[in-house]
């Protein structure tokens, strides 16, 4: 079973940024994929992003695309999520979560990190 921490979310003005980071513990952790998720209020949990278990790709949602940024740092057990740009829309509790081959999130959720924009 994996375990998931999230951090780094914060109040912040319309166009600052953040990192997020989320540490696993999974002794096999650079074999996963591993993606961003988030829910806003009211909301359903909804996918921001995705990294392939080596890096060598990533996958974004259309509403974060280029203006979000996933790493990972294998040897931390760790991904990275830099958000730029920040909108009132953002604002949501992140989450991060291993991925499945089809996208799908695969353990259980952590507390996540919670992102408030203000205008």
């Known amino acids: 079973q994996v375990q998931l921490v999230e951090s780094g979310g914060g109040l912040v003005q319309a166009g600052g940024s953040l990192r997020l980071s989320c540490v696993a513990s999974?002794?096999?952790?650079?074999?996963?994929?591993m993606g961003w998720f988030r829910q806003a209020p009211g909301k359903e949990r909804e996918f921001v992003a995705r990294?392939?278990?080596?890096?060598?790709?990533?996958y974004y949602a259309d509403s974060v695309k280029g203006r979000f940024a996933i790493s990972r740092d294998n040897a931390k057990s760790t991904i990275y999520l830099q958000i730029n740009s920040l909108k009132p829309e953002d604002t949501a509790v992140y989450y991060c979560?291993?991925?499945?081959?089809?996208?799908?999130?695969?353990?259980?959720w952590g507390q996540g990190t919670q992102v408030t924009v203000s205008s």
């Open positions: 990294i392939t278990w080596s890096a060598g790709r990533t």
């Open positions: 999974a002794r096999t952790f650079s074999t996963y994929a």
């Open positions: 979560n291993t991925i499945t081959p089809t996208g799908r999130p695969s353990s259980s």
